[in-house]
């Protein structure tokens, strides 16, 4: 089941495990004000600084040499520069050329996907931090709150004191030199006095110590490393990528060794290096520490279409006349079939030759996610291509390459390009490569499987709960592809109005076992991927099909679920709670609309859909006496549950989001890398809908979200007593810029502790840190205590997680005195990877749901019919300023991200250089001047 409900929660990342993660505190983490925060720069302090550094950056364009250290031989000398280094320029200090780079293009301006706010750093490690292209080495002074993120602040190399996000950070020594140095090194830009400076000073000769020592360590490793490194690390399929982590890499460049960290840091450098061979993983690299091996074939038609640029050679000029050509063609094509439903066939004779397919491959490359913390050679070689097809008006850029693509026929219109990426994720690591395939042993006695090759015994048949003729509701989206949980409930008749709410899941682990090639492929996958145009399932179909609900009653079989059952109060307090294998009987299938029309529930915003095309309005659903009773009932406890939240002071918010549907599903596509252009026609029909902030907390989908919640506490604490290790989801308190700000939120929540987004703005506020444990930790903002824990259940047929979790808990409920299945070493480790597969699914899912939102938005700017039967709201939009200005070096203008309610989107606003009249939390009436499709869709606003 999907829950959009759980979805706009939080937008936090995961954290493998919180306990972890560091410091809870978001004061600002320097040692040396310990207890304290920086407070956040002023906007006005940011626009004078920013005019600085444009006139600096526009006068040094002309002379490039650096700002910094000067080498030298004399000790006395040194010290002598060094001081110089950390003191530059006290009036005002311009920033070194190496800085500038880092900091003020617009390769990642806009880079939250990229953050890592889950990895704190402690004071005193030794870090690599890199960003546009640009690679630094530093010592970390502390940390600091302000514009909503962490900013680390890092005394570099060179005697700077430079400002980044933890996500920038690839390679860290922790505790490289001790806090009372650290502490006496000050937090500001300049040091303010004697005792600062010279703590700096000892900092950055102890770094030119050790970079003596790396420059040593990397000669070693680079005269070790085999010349045949990537070809003992590529995958032997020529189309495909491998994986590989710097510590394998280490073992083969010299085995059997020791690997001391400066080794291991020398490795990281050397494939940091080697960009063409090897890609740095884009999520959370320092604790994966991980590289894609890139596939031969693309390695192949990188190096040709550099030899064509390199040697100025005429075939690029006869590809792009070629291309010219089909592109006009398939122009006219998409005005002629607009309407039509999408069709795609290839061209009847060949188009394109071996060199013609190299130069596609080439670009195909350019629609991967990337990161600029490597030299990326795309881009000067992307010109060469694209420039003689067009005048292009602009900077050439890889989404251009996208739109090429499409017009050329290689890629359908329609044809997400998320698939690429996640061909490079899913990629095989070195050991599984060249692992022999051996037999699985069995444990047990030889028993045949049925014919679909799951288990023909429950293990837990003697001990499941007969639920008898209690009626079950099961109430999901219209058009669910598997239905997973069923709600009960039942009044205390010695407690009034208190009431016993049972939630009923699916349970496929009935079916199968932990040994089961089934649960091998659902671990890797981790989950089921819901996308907009198809879905990926995690289980096999057949396993689907035994254990949704309703499938086994429809055949006059009982259900087999588990059942997690709490008890609430009137005061919506969780009184007592119980886990069991069960069986029912009685189920009733509902969608959330047909309850909501039939009870007529309060407060449920209506879907809006700005630009028409709105379905029917739903039936209500057929509901007797004793459903009205129960589902008014379990509307009762929903709420109870949730003033309890209230009163708990927790609070939460959101802003309306876009939702897309598509018909027809699947979609046709164009082979991946194919060599010859197809025929695209038409496109699907596609409705586009804004969801009210409140959408998940009301009605009936508020009933299910509240009684899911129930659920994963009462199997956190029904473990918890029995001492039966499981995962737990955990978060910490939401961190404002003041305690003022914190409490003025409070004041303004609704009824269901909404805080309108406008607030959450002015209030600089950054969700907690968020992750997984093993302790029945807090986890705030679902207001669930410390001591409670928060175990996901509920959701066995889509989560590998909950899966795991309901074979924890049988196996207890079947040997309440044996040692658990999984041990807490494996629910660790399983942990972690569960974190990293959610952070990597985010960055997939933000472009996806972005390229539909905006390939919607694009067609209906550019459609040929007009809109005369609708009010065009693209005329009419207002935007709500949603980060600070900041001044773009790169491009010359000032650029903020930009919330726009109307349409339930988020884009980027570009104002003049140096605008000093918006603020954070304006609201201005704009129009959409540009959108961009490509590896990261992004729509770009300017003021009307």
């Known amino acids: 089941m999907h829950r959009r409900c759980l979805q706009s929660l939080s937008s936090g ?17 320097s040692i040396s004000t310990q207890g304290a925060r920086k407070p956040p720069r002023s906007q006005d302090a940011d626009v004078n600084k920013a005019h600085a550094l444009l006139t600096e950056f526009t006068k040094r364009a002309a002379r490039p040499e650096n700002y910094g250290l000067k080498e030298t ?19 005002l200090r311009f920033p070194s050329n190496e800085k500038l780079s880092f900091v003020g293009h617009d390769r990642e301006a806009h880079d ?96 030119n110590d050790f970079r003596k020592k790396l420059y040593a360590e990397r000669c070693t490793v680079g005269i070790r490393a085999p010349s045949t490194l990537y070809q003992q690390l590529r995958h032997p399929d020529p189309q495909k990528w491998s994986k590989v982590t710097v510590k394998e890499v280490a073992d083969i460049i010299n085995p059997g060794a020791n690997h001391s960290i400066i080794s291991i840091f020398a490795v990281h450098k050397l494939l940091m290096d080697a960009s063409e061979q090897f890609v740095a993983d884009t999520t959370k690299y320092r604790a994966s520490q991980t590289f894609y091996v890139r596939p031969e074939a693309d390695l192949k038609a990188i190096q040709a279409v550099a030899a064509m640029s390199r040697e100025k050679s005429s075939y690029l000029k006869v590809f792009a006349q070629k291309v010219r050509r089909i592109i006009a063609e398939n122009k006219q094509r998409t005005l002629d079939s607009w309407s039509e439903p999408p069709t795609v066939k290839p061209f009847d004779v060949p188009v394109f030759n071996e060199t013609d397919a190299l130069i596609i491959r080439f670009l195909l490359q350019c629609l991967h996610m990337k990161r600029s913390i490597q030299i990326d050679r795309h881009e000067v070689l992307l010109s060469s291509v694209l420039k003689p097809i067009r005048d292009w008006k602009q900077p050439i850029d890889r989404w251009m390459a996208h739109d090429v693509l499409i017009e050329l026929g290689v890629l359908a219109p329609w044809q997400d390009i998320s698939f690429i990426s996640h061909s490079r994720n ?33 293990e837990v048949e003697s001990i499941r709960h007969d639920f008898g003729d209690l009626r079950v509701y099961v109430i999901d989206g219209e058009g669910a592809q598997e239905l997973d949980d069923g709600l009960s409930i039942e009044p205390v008749p010695t407690d009034p109005g208190s009431f016993w709410v049972h939630v009923h899941i699916a349970d496929p682990t009935a079916h199968f076992s932990p040994s089961h090639e089934a649960e091998r492929t659902a671990r890797k996958r981790m989950e089921t991927q819901y996308l907009i145009h198809d879905s990926v399932p995690m289980l096999p179909a057949s396993l689907v099909e035994k254990s949704s609900l309703g499938n086994a009653s429809a ?68 509901l007797d006496d004793q459903a009205r009773r129960d589902l008014s009932n379990l509307l009762t406890v929903a709420r109870a549950m949730q003033r309890k939240l209230y ?5 939460c918010w959101g802003s309306p989001v876009a939702e897309i549907s ?139 997680g909950d899966l795991a979790m309901h074979w924890q808990i049988k196996h207890a409920l079947l040997n309440p005195t044996a040692p658990p299945l999984f041990s807490t070493e494996e629910l660790e480790v399983l942990a972690a990877d569960m974190s990293l597969y959610e952070s990597r699914r985010k960055q997939q899912q933000r472009p996806h749901q972005a390229f539909w939102q905006l390939s919607f938005l694009r067609r209906w700017m550019a459609d040929p019919r007009g809109h005369k039967d609708v009010p065009d709201p693209l005329e009419r939009l207002v935007g709500i300023v949603g980060t600070r200005l900041k001044t773009n070096l790169s491009s010359r203008d000032s650029q903020c991200k930009l919330v726009v309610p109307e349409i339930g989107l988020q884009g980027i606003l570009r104002a003049p250089a140096l605008c000093t009249d918006i603020l954070l939390g304006d609201q201005l009436p704009v129009k959409l001047d540009q959108i961009t499709l490509g590896a990261t869709p992004q729509m770009w606003f300017e003021r009307r």
């Not at 560091?22 to 004061?27: K, Y």
């Not at 042993?441 to 030889?446: K, L, R």
């Not at 005061?571 to 909501?596: C, F, P, Q, S, W």
């Not at 969801?691 to 009301?698: G, I, R, V």
């Open 662 to 800: 598509i018909r027809p599903k699947p979609l046709p596509s164009v082979p991946i890398h194919a060599s010859q252009p197809h025929i695209s026609r038409g496109f699907p029909d596609i409705t586009y809908a804004v969801l009210p902030a409140l959408f998940p907390f009301t009605g009936a989908n508020g009933i299910v979200a509240e009684c899911m919640k129930g659920a994963a506490r009462a199997a956190s604490m029904f473990c918890r007593d029995r001492g039966i290790p499981v995962i737990r989801r955990a978060s910490t308190q939401p961190h404002a810029i003041s305690e003022e700000a914190t409490a003025d939120l409070l004041a303004r929540r609704d009824a269901y502790g909404q805080v309108d987004f406008l607030s959450t703005l002015q209030a600089d506020l950054m969700p907690g840190d968020s992750g997984y444990t093993l302790e029945p930790a807090e986890h705030w903002l679902l207001g669930v205590r410390p001591g409670e824990g928060y175990t996901r259940v509920t959701s066995p047929l889509r989560r590998y």
């Open 13 to 29: 990342p995961a954290s493998p495990c919180l306990n972890q993660a560091g410091p809870s505190s978001r004061a600002c983490r």
């Open 112 to 207: 939250e996907e990229f953050d890592a706010p889950d990895l704190s750093i402690e004071p005193g490690a030794l870090v690599e931090i890199r960003r546009n292209e640009t690679t630094t080495q530093g010592i970390v002074v502390g940390e600091e709150f302000a514009f909503q993120r962490w900013h680390v602040r890092t005394l570099t190399e060179r005697g700077e004191l430079w400002s980044h996000l933890r996500g920038d950070i690839m390679f860290a020594i922790p505790s490289f030199v001790s806090p009372d140095i650290v502490s006496r090194c000050g937090f500001e830009e300049i040091p303010q006095d004697a005792t600062e400076t010279a703590a700096r000073v000892e900092l950055v000769k102890r770094m």
């Open 555 to 622: 055949l006059g079989q009982p259900e087999k679920v588990m059942t997690f059952s709490f008890r609430v109060a009137a005061d919506g307090e969780m009184a007592d709670y119980n886990v069991r294998a069960g069986i029912v009987k009685n189920l009733h299938t509902l969608t959330y609309n047909a309850v909501n029309a039939a009870m007529g529930f309060p407060d449920v915003e209506e879907v809006k859909y700005p630009f028409g095309n709105a379905p029917p309005p739903d039936t209500p659903a057929n």
């Open 73 to 91: 031989r004399i000790r006395g000398r040194e010290e002598v520069e060094l001081k110089k280094a950390v003191t530059a320029n006290k009036s």
């Open 647 to 651: 009163n708990n002071n927790i609070f």
């Open 426 to 458: 899913n990629a095989e690591s070195l050991a599984n490569i060249h692992k022999t395939p051996v037999a699985h042993v069995s444990d047990g006695p030889s028993v045949s499987p049925p014919s679909d090759g799951l288990s023909a015994t429950d």
